[in-house]
């Protein structure tokens, strides 16, 4: 155990310095299972195994098909659609970021296309309106989060392939915390720029004429409003295994774009394909490092270890799962949401079984800790991300971050944890869970 | 003491898991300095990866299937209809039976070494919820059904031959493929494995098509490097273990199938005439495809074994 | 029928083609990063340098067609096996063995190409920690060539198993095809990353080399 912790904290310290995540990962795992006298030989084609998986496939291409949506145009028809509602309110155009986040999350399995694709568009559009940049940036940050949390996710695939869990059930675990997440995002939003002067706002119009606008503009987002109809319902209705229906999205995706929305050429498709291919690859290197991490681990009975070490502390559901959250949040923090669900399936998963609570209400558990791990530092790429879409350096956005991740995100990770209903009513309902 | 490496890819209720527990009671009761570490339910890897892992020698001992992915030979312990009854089975493949040495022949040029051979019990296929189909009378019931078969080339040939699309998958995706309808239904399933999955499953279907039984594995370097007191001390904590399995194994295997019945899933025979049919298939095609593979001396063996000429 | 548009005038985004994701930099606030601190420098000034920027650029459109062929391979096998399915009732089983021949490829290729592009996911925080340029710089060169030094590791390894696997001649189950197809996209991978490892710690260095030859010629100035 000492040297597993010392492995870990060259890990820390590795990531620390800005070593690539997988490397960090890859040399910690080495180091822990040279020292404890491991065959270090199997580690590679273990995870070149676990990565060989067919489930796994699901990745890139719901990678693929967020994109090829983003890129195809489908962004400004969900921003117009969503605006028509919300646009003409004090505050509106943040509400429409989250909310466009949200719905961009119903395509997108992560939250990078959602940055592009909506941070590109509002981030500007709303400084022009008067708001502050930073705060701009910071909500564009932490609402791609909830392209995490509605279905499909990357974050939820990797969860649920390395604990042995449903897809299926997993996916529909964070729906509803997802949705809350939205409505406090839009609700934070405004009630951060209620006494702002600067901040313009349209008239407000005749309902007749908003009604046709909302009527106009979702016709117009009817091709990018199907899509997610298309992706669950293919997995509900058993068409499809998860796999397959982001098959479906990506040869949905790519007449739309070319054909419909017109954003996408044959050109374009060729560079966005390599984009797809390059940031599974990014993905990719940091799982397949931590399934040689996590193999290293489990040679050494590490997780078991660990289990007994937290259950000798209480035996008490709430409180395990209390501990475990605050573990998940530091996780989350150090290190990015892929490698996050990786720890979580195998370190806490097992200790969740013997508890006794339910896998996919942990799941959700999950979901949206490690939502929270992508935006906070030192490890938040989709923060630097909207940071280098905003053109902001980290200092001027980090305290808006901080001020809606307290006030928005935390609050969700413990209602999450402690009401198993609202991640369990979903999959009961529709997968008779 | 010294430390080895036991790991098995089945949960808990799994007879791995028992014979893996009596195996550390027994080893222990020689007074052995080595010490078992034990690893269940596939952490260190599924079944076929446990075997390939066996032959690099960095598990030194597992239970597991004979992966024909590294000796199409293998394929021989899914060979349909070989043995009838519990009895002729013992016969067949328990203690001191002839198909160990078989096995062990090919083994040894994979760098292994089967302690013995555990029963699982009589393997049979499975229908999802849902699905509403019961075959019975191949091929005419099996047209369009999608059945999951383990993925070896010989499983693939036995559902093709009875008329059903044979879809192969790793063991690890099948619960959710039963539960999402990727397919209908599973073969090469005994009954402890439909207990296990029993919430998506409708009906069982005794066709016993084949006898499950698995490899007790060790890595042959390792074996033949252990002192010869402690090899001998291993060996006989197996010895007591085989022992136990094939005396429990029977009634294990019919406690589960009960489980499953109460539980209320459909349990359907094969009427007589239709047996006789689904083996008359595997006969004509399945056992010249094995024939191919290892050669007209075994093949010879395992009809004196199934009695037919 | 006229789209309804936002009131404001339209922003014309950047195409996802060309927007990179991870890759980017808290310290510098530059996102994406400037080529020179990452693996392929944008200009070359000796002859040899140009020669080596001449031979990438042709490695580089062979793994982007690779890429492309893979990324999009994988999407249009996927589909059809659900066709095969469904409108033909006959599933084919090798298309389950062919998805993951592509989907490893992806995987492999990607890595690599993440590494030239400077895309691996990673922290950053150090400015956080240290101010001066010369320092961040230092660190980021040990960094790169820490991590080479493991791609190194891994690579042997991966080689080592690659070949172990194309040399005992295994087969699929279902297509019969070699293994080595398979695991041979570990060692294109592993080369590609410590390839593009190695460029981007020469590129770090020079750059470091620069940072101090303006500083000595600053405080020489002064
Ligand atoms: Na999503
Ligand atoms: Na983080």
């Known amino acids: 155990m000492t040297l597993f912790l010392i492995a870990m904290l060259v890990v820390v310290v590795l990531i620390l310095i800005e070593i690539p995540v997988a490397f960090a990962f890859g040399i910690g795992a080495v180091l822990f299972a040279y020292t404890t006298g491991n065959n270090i030989s199997f580690l590679i084609p273990h995870g070149f195994k676990t990565a060989s998986g067919f489930a796994l496939l699901a990745l890139p291409l719901f990678i693929f098909a967020g994109l090829l949506m983003a890129e195809g145009g489908i962004s400004e028809r969900l921003l117009n659609f969503v605006n028509a509602f919300v646009g003409r309110i004090k505050g509106g155009l943040g509400a429409v970021t989250v909310l466009t986040c949200a719905l961009f999350g119903a395509i997108s399995g992560s939250s990078s296309a959602a940055i592009a694709a909506v941070g590109q568009i509002m981030i500007p559009r709303m400084v022009r309106e008067g708001y502050p ?23 939820m695939i990797v969860f649920s392939i390395t604990g042995g869990l449903s897809v299926g059930a997993a996916f529909l675990s964070t729906i509803i915390p997802g949705i809350l997440l939205t409505l406090i995002y839009c609700g934070l939003n405004i009630w951060f720029l209620r006494d702002n002067p600067n901040i313009k706002v349209e008239a407000p119009l005749p309902i007749k004429q908003a009604t046709i606008n909302i009527a106009k503009s979702g016709y117009h987002a009817a091709f990018a409003l199907l899509m997610p109809l298309i992706i669950l319902g293919a997995i509900y209705s ?21 054909f419909v929305y017109k954003g996408l050429s044959l050109r374009s498709l060729g560079a966005v394909t390599v984009r797809a291919v390059t940031m599974t690859g990014s993905i990719m290197a940091v799982l397949f490092f931590l399934f040689i991490m996590s193999r290293a681990m489990i040679m050494e009975q590490v997780p078991k270890e660990l289990a007994e070490a937290l259950l000798g502390f209480s035996d008490n559901k709430l409180v395990i799962l209390f501990l475990i959250n605050i573990l998940l949040l530091l996780i989350g923090m150090i290190v990015d949401d892929i490698s996050g669900s990786v720890l979580a399936a195998i370190i806490f998963l097992p200790i969740i079984n013997q508890l006794g609570i339910d896998p996919i209400h942990f799941a959700a558990v999950v979901g949206v800790n490690l939502g929270l791990g992508n935006v906070s530092p030192p490890c938040a790429p989709m923060l630097y991300m909207a940071g280098g879409v905003g053109k902001l350096s980290l200092d001027k956005y980090i305290t808006p971050t901080l001020k809606f991740l307290c006030l928005g995100h935390l609050p969700i990770v413990f209602l999450v944890t402690f009401v198993p209903e609202l991640s369990l009513f979903l999959p009961r309902l529709l997968l008779g869970y | ?47 076929t990866s446990q075997f390939e892992q066996a032959m690099q020698g960095v598990i030194p001992m597992t239970m597991t299937y004979g992966a024909s992915e590294f000796d199409g030979r293998l394929d021989l312990t899914w060979l349909g209809y070989v043995v009838d009854s519990w009895d002729s089975a013992r016969k067949a493949y328990g203690p001191n039976g002839p198909m160990l040495d078989v096995y062990n022949k090919i083994l040894a040029e994979n760098d292994l070494v089967a302690l013995g051979l555990i029963p699982a019990g009589f393997g049979s296929i499975t229908i999802r919820k849902g ?47 039963l539960q999402l309808g990727t397919v209908d239904g599973r073969a090469f399933g005994p009954a402890v494995e439909i207990w296990q999955m029993r919430d998506v499953l409708e009906s069982y279907i005794l066709t016993r098509d084949y006898f499950e039984h698995a490899f007790w594995l060790v890595n042959k370097q390792w074996w033949d490097d252990l002192p010869a007191d402690e090899r001998k001390k291993m060996r006989a904590a197996a010895d007591q273990t085989l022992e136990w399995a094939w005396n429990e194994a029977e009634k294990i295997d019919s406690d589960y199938l009960n489980k499953v019945r109460d539980y209320g899933i459909e349990i359907v025979e094969l009427k007589p005439q239709e047996l006789e049919k689904a083996k008359k298939t595997l006969y004509a ?9 290892v050669g007209p001396e075994i093949m010879e063996m395992m009809r004196k074994i199934a009695g037919i000429n | 029928m006229q789209e309804p548009h936002v009131s404001t005038a339209p922003v014309q985004p950047e195409s996802i083609g060309k927007t ?9 606030s530059q996102h994406p990063l400037p080529p020179h601190l990452s693996a392929i420098p944008d200009k070359e000034s000796t002859a040899l340098g140009r020669f080596l920027i001449r031979f990438e650029q042709v490695l580089n459109w062979i793994f982007r067609s690779l890429m492309l062929c893979a990324g999009l391979g994988l999407a249009f096998l996927m589909f059809g096996q659900i066709i095969m399915r469904y409108v033909l009732e006959s599933p084919f089983t090798g298309i389950e063995e062919a998805a993951v021949l592509l989907g ?10 993440a590494t030239r592009e400077r895309e691996h996911i990673h922290g950053g925080v150090v400015s956080l920690m240290v101010s001066d340029p010369v ?3 230092l660190i980021r060169l040990a960094g790169s060539i820490v991590s080479m030094l493991a791609a190194c590791i891994f690579g042997y390894f991966a080689c080592k198993y690659a070949l172990f696997v194309i040399e005992k001649g295994r087969m699929s189950i279902n297509l019969q095809w070699p293994r080595g197809l398979w695991s041979g996209s570990m060692i294109v991978g592993f080369a590609m990353m410590v390839g593009y490892f190695l460029l981007e710690s020469i590129n770090e260095y020079r750059d470091l080399l620069r940072l101090r030859r303006t500083r000595q010629q600053r405080e020489c100035t002064l």
């Open chain 2, 131 to 177: 699905v509403g189909k019961v075959p019975t009378n191949f091929p005419e019931d099996a047209a369009g059904i999608k059945m999951r078969v383990v993925p070896t080339p010989l499983a693939i040939e036995r559902f093709k031959n009875w008329g059903f699309s044979a879809v192969p998958m790793p063991f690890a995706e099948l619960y959710t493929g």
């Open chain 2, 1 to 47: 003491g010294e430390d080895f490496i036991l790991a098995q890819a089945m949960t808990t209720d799994h007879i791995f898991h028992a014979s893996s527990e009596q195996f550390m009671e027994n080893l222990k009761a020689q007074q052995s300095r080595y010490n078992v570490e034990y690893h269940p339910g596939g952490d260190l890897g599924d079944w």
């Open chain 3, 104 to 113: 490893v490829w992806i995987y492999f290729l990607g890595m690599g190409y």
């Open chain 2, 285 to 293: 095609h399945e056992w010249p495809y094995m024939e191919k593979v």
């Open chain 3, 135 to 137: 320092k961040i710089s």
């Open chain 1, 133 to 155: 940049a930073g705060h701009a940036t910071a909500l564009v940050a932490c609402s791609s989060v909830l392209a995490l949390l509605i279905p499909p996710s990357i974050p």
């Open chain 3, 20 to 28: 990179k994701i991870y890759n980017y930099d808290p310290d510098l």
């Open chain 1, 238 to 258: 058993g068409i499809a295994t998860p796999t397959e229906a982001a098959a479906i999205a990506v040869i949905y995706a790519i007449p739309v774009g070319l």
